[in-house]
């Protein structure tokens, strides 16, 4: 009886021996488990990689330098703003007689774009105010002295060189150059970026005219292009003589390369088939 017992209790104990042995062993397997975790997430860490996220590892994204930064950052709002330009009617960026004194003392930041009172905006049979810009190459010019250089000019104006709706508008004309030339018809781009970015935007596309540079929008104001608070509407002007003849103020590029070149043949009496014969 008394030897029962006592093989019973070791049995008891061999039994409790064991679930011991094998909770060490769980144990262990889970630290090294733990171990080779953290020992994972530091070497992701040092590779460069984030770290995990929901179990699993992305790599960082590659750090750009400034100038990348900020050339991205220009070439999205440039194209930002294409797409709000085009994607509106005339009507609805029309500026009242109300509103054009509140939209004249806009002045993007530049204290000494206007004197506070707003800019009248020229009519058809007026002339072109004279306004010192400069172009591409980064001399000054005088509109009036351009405008009144050849019977016919056109000008247009784009929100920003060598964006989509933008190229597409100063390709148009310059595949046009020569019916032009054939007529004695200029034209002139217009926008509020810099002598730079003409040149780029010309050397890119081989556009066969100047592009005028009017960072203060002087110049796009007075014709009636300018966009509170510091837009540009896509627009063209027809001079003949020296004198305003035609204007198209928000017009998409294809749009304004058509109706610029249709009325100039309606206005010398030629067709575009007269022009093949």
Known sequence: MVELRRSSRSSTQESTKASEAQGSVKRSTASSDVGKKKKAKKEVSEDGEDDAVDGKYEFAEPELDAVAIESKKERENGEKEEL????KKPEELKITDGEKGEAGVENDGDEDDDDGKGTEEIEVGDEIPDIKLVN???KE?????????????????YPKA???GCTRQAQGFRDNHDFYEKHGV???????????AQTNFINKYSLNYDLWCDPKKQLIEVLGAKKSPSGTKRSHWI?????LVDKKIQISPENSVKEA?????????????????
């Open 141 to 157: 010019i005088s509109t009036k002295e351009e405008i009144t250089g050849s019977k016919y000019n056109i000008v247009f104006s």
């Open 84 to 87: 709000i330009e085009d994607s």
């Open 186 to 196: 200029k034209v002139f781009g217009l926008s509020a970026d810099t002598p730079k």
């Open 162 to 164: 060598s964006t989509p």
């Open 261 to 277: 070149r249709n009325w100039i043949e309606n206005d010398i009496g030629e067709s575009p088939d007269q022009e093949n014969t």
């Open 136 to 138: 591409q190459d980064g």
């Open 239 to 243: 001079f003949k003589d020296g004198k």
